[in-house]
């Protein structure tokens, strides 16, 4: 269940840089390619695709941290030990520091909680401007 979106890679020493996304890479266009007239086309498909990537990758560092956060806290849903074990997660699985890995885990939380506002106020009619949660 780990590569829900990735096919599984092989085990063996021969495939640990494959990506897993040669789907992708057959999907996307090499620009060298592609006519004139549709590259800006291209360009703008490529940033909305990356946007969601990162959202949804926000999205999952910020329910890591949760999790960890309830499984090492005592109940208050913020714990030192908790965060600091998604952190050591993060960074390993994306191969970033430390540091790093608790700047995305901040964001992805940060984004999260702006979202449930921005859901909550826009359901019930109101403004949708975010200025604090």
């Known amino acids: 269940m ?14 640990m840089f494959d990506t897993g ?25 490529l940033h909305r695709l990356e946007s969601v990537l990162l959202e949804r990758k926000l999205a999952v560092i910020a329910e890591l941290g949760d999790r960890r956060a309830a499984e090492y806290g005592d109940g208050d849903g913020w714990n030192s030990n908790g965060i600091e074990v998604a952190e050591s997660e993060v960074g390993a699985a994306l191969t970033a520091g430390r540091y790093q ?33």
């Open 101 to 133: 890995a608790g700047k995305l885990l901040d964001l992805g939380t940060t984004c999260a909680i702006a979202c449930r506002v921005y859901v909550r106020r826009w359901r019930a009619g109101n403004s949708i401007c975010i200025e604090s949660p």
């Open 21 to 45: 996304t040669a789907w992708l890479h057959a999907a996307v266009p090499d620009p060298a390619n592609v006519q004139p007239n549709t590259l800006i086309a291209l360009m703008t498909d």
């Open 2 to 15: 780990a590569n829900l979106l990735i096919r599984p890679l092989g085990t063996s020493i021969e495939h």
